[in-house]
């Protein structure tokens, strides 16, 4: 089905700018994600105007692809209602990823410190790191619609899942596996980890527009078995 929508949002031009509208979000979800998260694995910094600006240029972006789409189908004789809602469906998960972006952002501001000295730095940095890779094909199976590399997205998404649920749960039921850290770093990772799943999670969900047909968005294909969120 995807591979007909990509066809037609290529045929129609107010359909071809909506999602080259959301292609451009996509990127600038991509940019200020590694902007946001970058000072938790380094020595950078982050600045907050920086992280607000590129958010709301995201935001101006989805209020422009809602005009175009409504537009297209109050005056597209076809009236391909269901490009139009993919395209509407995918902009709130990217718009989403943006607000979680200004989220790791200002826990950055009252934390102020790498992860680099907390013993779980490097699973956390895995996330992290495979998000990044998630971004890099969720971009590549949208602009070319491949299915393949999209479902490589929702696979990445299961592993990032599942660790980020490990990482909350030690915090949780098993707190002498935490005992070296200090009450802030605890509340730190566990936040951290919440970011990460639902930005995974996002991705997931755009990724998933390319396999499944427009009411199997967010979920595996094929299957009624839902991922877990």
Known sequence: MFKNLFELWHREDLLQQSFDDAVKMLEMAEDIYKKAVAPFFGTQTVEAQEIYNIDQKINHFEISIRRKV?????????QDTTAALVLTTI????????DYAKN???LW?????SLMDIPMFDRLEQICNNILKMFENTISSFKNADSETALKVMELHVINSKNCEEII???VRTPTST??????????????ARYFKRTSAHL???ASSTINPFDRIGYKPNSETEYTF
Do not use: P, T, W
């Not at 902009?91 to 943006?98: K, L, M």
């Not at 501001?109 to 410190?113: D, I, M, P, W």
């Not at 005992?179 to 951290?192: H, I, P, T, Y």
């Open 179 to 192: 005992k070296s850290f200090d009450s802030n770093q605890e509340v730190l990772v566990a936040l951290a």
């Open 70 to 78: 409504l537009e297209h189908i109050s005056i597209s004789a076809e």
């Open 109 to 113: 501001e009252l934390y102020g410190k």
């Open 104 to 106: 790791f952002m200002e």
């Open 169 to 171: 749960a030690a915090l």
């Open 91 to 98: 902009s709130v998960d990217i718009e989403r990823i943006g």
């Open 204 to 206: 997931k969900n755009i």
